[in-house]
């Protein structure tokens, strides 16, 4: 294949993903170079008045990757870090996310270099509101519905909400999703990536015969993926030995209440300074004796150098691209399941799907029929990536790829090239 274009590191890991798969799958050699490039890319200097009354110029990104099985799809990300390589990585992983849980979107991201903790609410707001009036040729119901991410809220899809709606005249819910429930945001949208994960654990468990009522977890990270998860797998029996924050982490090999842990977090900032257990470190965490391991933090936390030490015998990857490639091909080796990110995380995407249909519908769920079509979902997408796993002898995160790239693949296939 062509030279990897641009030079992120993501960007560069997420080809390296694709040319894998399409070799595995024989992709049509007049497609792959289509899914190796983005549809569109859009760059933005969005000046934005100060408080200490000065103006600065931000850069922002929109990207397109493929839309060939429907509208972009894809959340903004406001941090100092955000590059137009790595919003090209993220977006093309979108499109993989929403094929495997085969929803009808393709992929986007978008993203602000700019640092959230030192600009002031309004500051936020005025650039929150300047950046979407940018993206107006982009975005909208029928075309992009850009979603939270990194350094995102509710509050900023309310401003993108209102920004869209005043400049075409009427409002438009169905512009942006993670938005406020009483302005047409979804019941359970905010708990949706971490039950996913637990629908994954709970599918993954059958398969390996573990009980989840006799089940250790460990999770790193109690955000708002790890805490639902933990609040959940605490629910269904399991006995959840350790946790983390940013901070470090607490065991106790008897068990540990999450309930009871969110409330001491709220009141220390942490989980780590809990009295009852002892602390471990993060890195002591990833390697505690558990069944179930559930990285829920941040990426590339198990590498190379740890892999050999971790000891779950299931890995569900609610944090994105929290294991690296060398330790991935480790904990093939020892016979570790992993339920990879794309699938296991999806549950935010699914849901943010059916914040859209509700918006189009006007037309709103109860959160019982929001959690039971998302169980329907995932449930649905793990059976058929198990079931590629099992035909081609390969491991989840390979036939979850082989799956989302085959029918993006053939979508284009049917659609044929314009004109
Ligand atoms: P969050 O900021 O709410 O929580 C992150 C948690 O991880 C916090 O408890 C933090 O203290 C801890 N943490 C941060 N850095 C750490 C480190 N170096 N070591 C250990 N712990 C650390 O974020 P979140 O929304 O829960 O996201 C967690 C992961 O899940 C990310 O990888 C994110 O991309 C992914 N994810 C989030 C969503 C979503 O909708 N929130 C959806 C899909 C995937």
New binding site residues.
């Given amino acids: 294949m062509a030279p990897v274009e641009g030079n992120s590191e993501l960007l560069e890991m997420s080809l390296r993903q694709l040319d894998r798969v399409a070799e595995l799958i024989h992709l049509d050699p007049r497609i792959h170079p289509l899914l190796r490039t983005c549809k569109r890319a859009l760059e933005v200097n969005a000046p934005v008045k100060m408080d200490d009354g000065s103006v600065r110029t931000f850069r922002g990104y929109r990207v397109h990757h493929n839309l060939a099985r429907g509208p972009a799809k894809g959340?903004i990300r406001f941090a100092p870090t955000v590059t137009l390589d790595d919003v090209k990585a993220l977006a093309m992983l979108m499109t993989w996310k929403c094929a495997v849980v085969d929803i009808p979107f393709g992929g986007a991201k978008g993203g602000v270099a700019c640092d959230p903790s030192r600009l002031s609410e309004g500051e936020l707001e005025r650039l929150t509101r300047r950046f979407t009036s940018e993206l107006i040729p982009l975005i909208g119901p029928e075309k992009d519905i850009p979603?939270?991410?990194?350094g995102t809220d509710e509050r900023m899809m309310a401003w993108i909400m209102d920004t869209y709606s005043m400049n075409v005249g009427y409002s438009v819910q169905g512009v942006v999703t993670?938005k406020p429930v009483n302005l047409g945001g979804s019941r359970g949208r905010?708990e949706?990536?971490?039950r996913s994960v637990v629908i994954c654990v709970e599918e993954a468990a059958r398969k390996l015969g573990i009980r989840l009522d006799e089940a250790r977890v460990v999770i790193?990270?109690?955000?708002?993926?790890?805490?639902v998860v933990a609040l959940l797998l605490h629910a269904v029996g399991c006995r959840i030995v350790g946790l983390?924050?940013?901070?470090g982490?607490i065991y106790n090999p008897q068990g540990l209440d999450p309930i009871r842990l969110t409330a001491h977090k709220r009141q220390d900032n942490?989980?780590s300074t809990y009295r009852d257990g002892d602390f471990v470190t993060?890195e002591e965490l990833l390697e505690l004796g558990c069944d179930i391991l559930v990285p829920?933090?941040?990426?590339r936390?198990i590498t190379e150098k740890n892999a050999s030490r971790v000891k779950a015998r299931l890995i569900a990857e609610?944090?994105?691209?929290?294991i690296t490639p060398e330790a991935d091909a480790i904990l093939q080796d020892r016979g570790t399941l992993i339920v990879p990110?794309i699938l296991a995380?999806?549950?935010?995407?699914v849901v943010s799907y059916f914040e859209w249909v509700q918006d189009i519908q006007q037309f709103f769920w109860t959160e019982q029929e929001v959690n039971d079509r998302l169980r329907q979902v995932i449930r649905r997408a793990f059976g058929e990536v198990w079931a590629v796993a099992q035909e081609r002898g390969t491991d989840m995160r390979t036939a979850a790829y082989i799956l989302a790239i085959g029918r993006v693949a053939e979508a284009i296939r049917m659609r044929g090239i314009y004109p």
Avoid: H
């Fill in positions: 959340g979603a939270p991410d990194i993670g905010r949706a990536p971490g790193q990270g109690f955000g708002k993926v790890g805490s983390s924050d940013l901070k982490g942490t989980v993060n829920a933090a941040v990426e936390v609610a944090a994105n691209g929290p990110d995380n999806a549950g935010g995407v």
